[in-house]
């Protein structure tokens, strides 16, 4: 398949929307989760954006996630193309009950930052030992 595309109309575009502020698309954090054995993991991709910048909130089991990426240049730099969003973005994360949100550990690497959020330890599998009371009775009979 072939697709013509007029590249002075996509920077036409690009200028038109840089002007009037308005974006393309969404500002986006994208996120993946998983949990793997006694600890529960969340990554969001944040490109660009300062660690400084990153702050994490907790409020009973909403995790709110904010980060500002700055648009690139200084006021007097000639922007041409601008397809990378840059200004605040959010996104909130809704926790089981079974998370201890109390030690939340951070790290921002290349880019992702990475949570690692324990299970509560009231919330581990654990095993269960089965007593029994039943004991053999003896009968006496009383002649």
């Not at 013509?4 to 993946?32: C, K, N």
């Not at 041409?80 to 994360?93: D, N």
Request: glycine residues 4%; without cysteine.
């Amino acid at each position: 398949m072939i697709i013509r595309t007029d590249p002075f109309r996509e920077l036409d575009r690009l200028l038109t929307q840089q002007v009037l502020g308005t974006t393309a698309r969404p500002a986006s954090m994208p996120m993946d989760a998983y949990r793997e054995k006694d600890s529960f993991y969340v990554h969001f991709d944040l490109p660009g954006v300062q660690a400084e910048s990153i702050t994490l909130a907790v409020e009973q089991n909403v995790l709110t996630v904010r980060a500002e990426r700055l648009p690139a240049g200084t006021e007097d730099t000639e922007l041409l193309v601008a397809e990378r969003p840059s200004g605040t973005f959010s996104r909130q994360v809704i926790l089981g009950e079974a998370l201890d949100t109390e030690h939340i550990a951070a790290d921002y690497t290349a880019g992702v930052l990475t949570l690692t959020i324990p299970v509560r330890e009231s919330a581990k599998p654990h095993s269960i030992q089965v007593t029994s009371h039943d004991e053999p009775r003896r009968v006496t009979a009383n002649a």
